[in-house]
């Protein structure tokens, strides 16, 4: 069985700091793993994927994340917050199975200050 | 690509009450999902379509929840007899047999 763990409900951080958002998996299959936004009112936007290329993974909007195997980690990252990054982030996985069905964290609401 | 459109937005209904909601795909997509969001959770899958084939249900989805998918186009979630605990965000998402979803804004159930 697979599932998520996103650390922190909620993350605070300043406009132009450091933004980290963390995600751990357990998967028996190498995974497919994926990040995406959310707004309020409004469905889920992919920000980006990792399918067992590089494990560094470049998203829209200047956030990457990293998949670590022998941490089971995938932590999205940006270098500077903008406000208009205020949303719901959730880290989903997917087996290799032929339904590509996804399995979400609880999701981490960042929230930036001025 | 018009996206994923979901109909209605918002729906308020008493319980007991029987609601349905559409959602019209990308046109060249072959592959539907359904997945329910409840308040501070993420999203959680209940079914999905290929083509007009329903190939999986989560144990989440009661006898009371019915989804259609009629000639692998636009696709109906039915819910019988509403509970209070219906009360979610009601997602639709599709693809081309792939991983790269697109998702609706979604359908807002209150069940009063």
């Known amino acids: 069985a697979q599932s998520v763990t996103q650390l922190g409900s909620h993350v605070s951080v300043s406009e132009g700091a450091l933004v980290l958002l963390r995600c751990n998996y357990s998967?028996?299959?190498?995974?497919?793993l994926f990040w995406y936004v959310q707004y309020p009112n409004q469905g889920l936007q992919l920000l980006l994927k990792?399918?067992?290329?590089?494990?560094l993974v470049k998203g829209i909007n200047g956030f990457e994340a990293e998949f670590k195997k022998s941490e089971t980690s995938f932590h999205l990252t940006k270098p500077s917050a903008h406000m208009s990054d205020a949303a719901e982030y959730f880290c989903?996985?997917?087996?290799?199975?032929?339904?590509?069905?996804?399995?979400f964290g609880s999701g981490t609401r960042l929230l930036v200050r001025p | 690509d018009t996206g994923v459109s979901q109909d209605p937005r918002h729906k308020i209904t008493k319980r007991g009450q029987n609601v349905t909601f559409r959602c019209d795909p990308i046109?060249?997509?072959?592959?539907l999902y359904w997945y329910r969001q409840t308040l501070g959770q993420g999203p959680e899958f209940l079914t999905y379509?290929?083509?007009?084939?329903?190939?999986?249900k989560s144990r989440l989805l009661s006898d009371r929840f019915s989804a259609e998918r009629p000639k692998g186009s636009f696709s109906t979630l039915e819910i019988q007899r509403t509970e209070q605990g219906d009360s979610a965000m009601y997602l639709c998402?599709?693809?081309?047999?792939?991983?790269?979803?697109?998702f609706g804004s979604g359908t807002r159930l209150t069940v009063v």
């Open positions: 989903a996985v997917s087996g290799r199975d032929s339904s590509y069905k996804l399995i």
């Open positions: 998402a599709s693809s081309l047999a792939g991983l790269r979803y697109t």
């Open positions: 990792y399918t067992s290329a590089a494990t």
């Open positions: 998967s028996s299959v190498p995974p497919y």
């Open positions: 046109s060249e997509h072959n592959r």
């Open positions: 379509f290929q083509n007009e084939a329903q190939l999986e």
